[in-house]
């Protein structure tokens, strides 16, 4: 793993990829964007809040925040706002089977075919959700507690069992099973969304992020945790060379 400098002191929560661009996002209104990852452009959000997760569909970059906003860009440069569905933080979003979806504070859970209007879900939880996939014909939202949502057309939410208390912050699906990560190194795995292992990680750490990517799996979090694995079951700790927390993973071609 290659260290590169950002310059700046914010803290990052989201990243994605579209248009040949990397962007992160990150604290007071914080977007940076790059074309090959090492030099880094900081770019004009409208926003000092912070952007707690962005996504890229339908040729448009979308990232929420506090109090339910969303901004949405064609381009990078300007960032228009809309008006928000919901008064609650959204702390996920991704852009899967042609639909954005974002989950956060309270159970909330809005959905949007075009990244500028949005229509609230009914979650049937108060616990706060942050990570959000598709697969199998089937949208998966994991979050606080354990909470595991499944569905089968992002309006009607079923309440799933993870078997497990502890936090949930990320969820990718590799074409086969979904991999969810979590507190104190929590790794679960499920081949149809609906029944959940655990998979020992080997670490005690928190896990804040996970992804999928040329064959292997990665999950980072913080003091510069990171895990791989070739099959998503057994995991090994990398030497990163950092200190600092690794809030996302994001694999891009």
Do not use: M
Not at 83 to 89: A, L
Not at 182 to 198: A, E, H, P, V
Request: net charge neutral.
């Amino acid at each position: 793993w290659t260290s590169n400098t950002s310059g700046t002191k914010s803290h990052f929560w989201g990243i994605t990829y579209g248009k040949g661009t990397f962007l992160v996002v990150g604290g007071q209104g914080t977007i940076l964007t790059s074309t090959d990852t090492k030099s880094w452009i900081s770019r004009s959000s409208g926003t000092t809040a912070g952007i707690y997760e962005i996504s890229y569909g339908n040729q448009i970059f979308v990232n929420v925040g506090p109090l339910g906003r969303t901004y949405y860009s064609n381009n990078t440069l300007l960032w228009t706002q809309r008006i928000s569905v919901t008064g609650e933080s959204l702390w996920g979003i991704n852009y899967i089977d042609n639909l954005f979806v974002s989950a956060g504070v309270n159970g909330a859970i809005v959905t949007s075919v075009d990244g500028i209007s949005w229509t609230t879900r009914v979650s049937g939880t108060s616990n706060t959700l942050w990570g959000i996939n598709y697969g199998k014909e089937k949208y998966v939202i994991v979050g606080k507690y354990g909470t595991i949502l499944t569905s089968n057309d992002s309006i009607t939410w079923e309440l799933v069992n993870s078997n497990t208390s502890l936090g949930l912050s990320d969820v990718i699906f590799d074409n086969k099973k979904f991999v969810a990560v979590g507190d104190n190194g929590t790794i679960l795995t499920s081949t149809d969304g609906n029944n959940w292992s655990s998979i020992s990680s080997g670490t005690n750490n928190h896990l804040w992020g996970v992804a999928y990517g040329n064959g292997k799996y990665v999950a980072v979090g913080p003091s510069g945790t990171l895990l791989t694995s070739t099959n998503g079951y057994e995991w090994a700790s990398k030497n990163t060379g950092i200190g600092s927390s690794l809030n996302r993973v994001f694999f891009a071609q």
